[in-house]
């Protein structure tokens, strides 16, 4: 069982940064292809962003160049440094992690919500025009 919480959300002014944090527990961090996605009322899920067990990271179009994923296994921690955001960000945000089925998994980048074996709660993220 892997037990996930973001903490960092919050209400922000158009332009401003924000970052949020994943707090993951019950197996080794490390070992996970990790995520983030949102959703906004009315809408689908969506991805956000993904980085691999090895530090590969992989950027929806939307948030490319002002988004920065990052991991620190360490303190079994997921990040998700958001700048210059915009209204259309609002969104509950969800942190995922994926357990690998097999060897070779080290460079796999998950972006398909069904694809995901754990999920956070979602912290809502506000950004006022």
């Known amino acids: 069982q892997v037990q996930l919480v973001e903490s960092g959300g919050g209400l922000v002014q158009a332009g401003d940064s924000l970052r949020l944090s994943c707090a993951a527990s019950?197996?080794?961090?490390?070992?996970?292809?990790m995520g983030w996605f949102r959703q906004a009322p009315g809408k689908e899920r969506e991805f956000v962003a993904a980085i691999s067990m090895d530090g590969g990271r992989l950027y929806a179009e939307s948030g490319k160049g002002r988004f920065t994923i990052s991991r620190d296994n360490a303190k079994n921690t997921l990040y998700l440094q958001m700048n210059s955001l915009k209204p259309e960000d609002t969104a509950k945000y969800y942190c995922?992690?994926?357990?690998?089925?097999?060897?070779?998994?080290?460079?796999?980048?998950?972006?398909?919500?069904?694809?995901?074996?754990?999920w956070g709660q979602g912290l809502q993220v506000t950004v006022s025009s």
């Open positions: 995922a992690a994926d357990v690998p089925r097999g060897p070779d998994q080290r460079a796999r980048r998950i972006t398909r919500v069904d694809e995901y074996d754990y």
């Open positions: 019950g197996r080794t961090f490390s070992s996970f292809a």
